[in-house]
């Protein structure tokens, strides 16, 4: 569903490996709905989980849901059904959180799609006596789910600017390209990095902009970026379709090679992208093991046992120079279980 216009650029990759704990993804895709069954209940008794995608077909997403599917099986006395908007958009998602919640499932395992707009459906589905867990994203006010779980996007952004001044040693102009306000985890990521860049003197932070999650508009505002600050060394693009739009932008400015980009999540596109030189690093989340603590915690509140309130995982950071090897290797996202 979604594709990167991969440009070929003179730039190098910087040679970095670096895999830190720390703690979404939004995107664009076919609205679907999925079913995984266990393989029977040993204990006679059966819980039902729905997995509400923060927009379905995202390789995040799908990587999550095999990650869910594969302990629903291991333990035998789990279901689990799968469905998610066509857009992160929460008009798209509540109504499916509404119609999950009518439904009656034990657990909900969900990536709201905003802070705000997401917690009065959620609230319904608690106020219901589901148990609702928070993957990925998260809400302003998270009261009531019994655990969330994520990557640490502060910190992710963090190193997003050190992976910048690996490659642009000498400093100079930043940028920023997101997705649109309202999501938690692409906001942390801006404001991890931004905190970062204000810090170092080489460097200087030129602020962020939006492209409403689509790769043309993300072309369009780097274009303007680059033409209102020339100075503009590396963007650090907050999900695929900013970098996509950030690849495109600086190709249209006649900056190729010469601006390098600083990507998150680890799409099969994205993987490309890194090979070809479009992008030059890429900080992969770990939404397989996600899915796997969200069935635990989901599991452990159904049957009395103590939950985590927080879980934080871990991420990798990839570039060319360590593609091949096994932590990149497996930290790339899956298109289908």
């Not at 928070?134 to 969330?148: E, F, H, M, N, R």
């Not at 508009?217 to 996509?244: C, M, R």
């Amino acid at each position: 569903m979604k594709r990167f216009v991969l440009v070929p650029t003179a730039g190098a990759a910087a040679a970095m490996l670096l895999a830190v704990a720390a703690c979404s993804s939004s995107g664009s895709a076919t609205g679907s709905s999925s079913a995984s069954s266990s393989s029977g209940s040993s204990s006679g008794k059966t819980y039902k989980m729905s997995f509400i995608q923060g927009v379905a077909g995202d390789g995040f997403y799908v990587t999550m849901g095999c990650g869910i599917q594969a302990e629903a099986k291991k333990l035998g006395n789990v279901t689990v059904n799968i469905q998610g908007p066509s857009q992160f958009d929460p008009t798209l998602q509540n109504p499916i959180i509404e119609s999950v919640t009518a439904a009656k499932p034990d657990a909900i395992l969900i990536a709201a799609d905003d802070v705000s707009a997401s917690r009065p459906p959620i609230a319904a589905a608690m106020a219901a006596g589901i148990k609702v867990v928070l993957v990925d994203t998260t809400l302003t006010d998270p009261s009531g789910a019994v655990s969330q779980i994520s990557s640490d996007n502060l910190a992710g952004g963090a190193d997003a600017f050190a992976a910048v001044k690996q490659l642009v040693p000498g400093g100079g102009q930043v940028l920023v390209v997101n997705t649109k306000p309202g999501i938690s985890t692409t906001d942390q990521r801006t404001s991890g990095f931004a905190a970062a860049a204000k810090a170092d003197s080489k460097f200087s932070y030129v602020g962020v902009q939006y492209d409403n999650d689509t790769a043309s508009l993300a072309a369009q505002v780097t274009l303007a970026a680059l033409q209102k600050n020339p100075g503009i060394v590396a963007i650090f693009a907050t999900n695929l379709f900013s970098a996509e739009g950030a690849a495109t932008g600086i190709r249209q400015a006649g900056k190729s090679g010469k601006v390098k980009i600083v990507g998150f999540d680890a799409e099969p596109d994205e993987i490309t992208a890194l090979q070809q030189g479009t992008v030059q690093a890429l900080i992969a989340q770990s939404p397989y093991t996600i899915g796997t603590d969200a069935v635990e915690q989901a599991l452990a509140a159904l049957t009395g046992k103590p939950t985590t309130p927080k879980i934080g995982t871990k991420f990798t950071i990839i570039t060319n120079a360590n593609l091949s090897s096994a932590a990149s290797q497996a930290a790339i996202y899956k298109t289908s279980c």
